[in-house]
Nanobody, 124 residues
Framework: QVQLVESGGGLVQAGGSLGLSCAAS????????MGWFRQAPGKEREFVAV???????YYAASVKGRFTISRDNAKNTAYLQMNSLKPEDTAVYYC??????????????????WGQGTQVTVSS
């Protein structure tokens, strides 16, 4: 069973930066697509970014140019560096793993495993 554990959330002022980590255990991490999603209160979970097993990266339009996704297969860890944060980035951030390396990377049902989430709050 694959387990994902996020860390690095917190409170930051608008314009600031935060880095999130997602440590994976129990599976073939290097073969997985690793995605980040977020969910704000009263809203649906939305796609943020994904990095494929070949390290191709895709971003939601709302975060492109501000967020950077990366992975370290030796450490079984995915990262999300968030810069120029805005109050509208406030949400619980989840990492997710797609073990098949296929499917629509922007859709939550394409992912097989999820972390517990970490809160990111951006104050204005």
């Amino acid at each position: 069973q694959v387990q994902l554990v996020e860390s690095g959330g917190g409170l930051v002022q608008a314009g600031g930066s935060l880095g999130l980590s997602c440590a994976a255990s129990g599976g073939a991490f290097g073969n997985y697509y690793m995605g980040w999603f977020r969910q704000a209160p009263g809203k649906e979970r939305e796609f943020v970014a994904v990095i494929t097993s070949s390290a191709y990266k895709y971003y939601a339009a709302s975060v492109k140019g501000r967020f950077t996704i990366s992975r370290d297969n030796a450490k079984n860890t995915a990262y999300l560096q968030m810069n120029s944060l805005k109050p509208e980035d406030t949400a619980v951030y989840y990492c997710a793993a797609n073990r098949r390396g296929s499917g629509s990377y922007a859709l939550a049902p394409s992912y097989d495993y999820w972390g517990q989430g970490t809160q990111v709050t951006v104050s204005s």
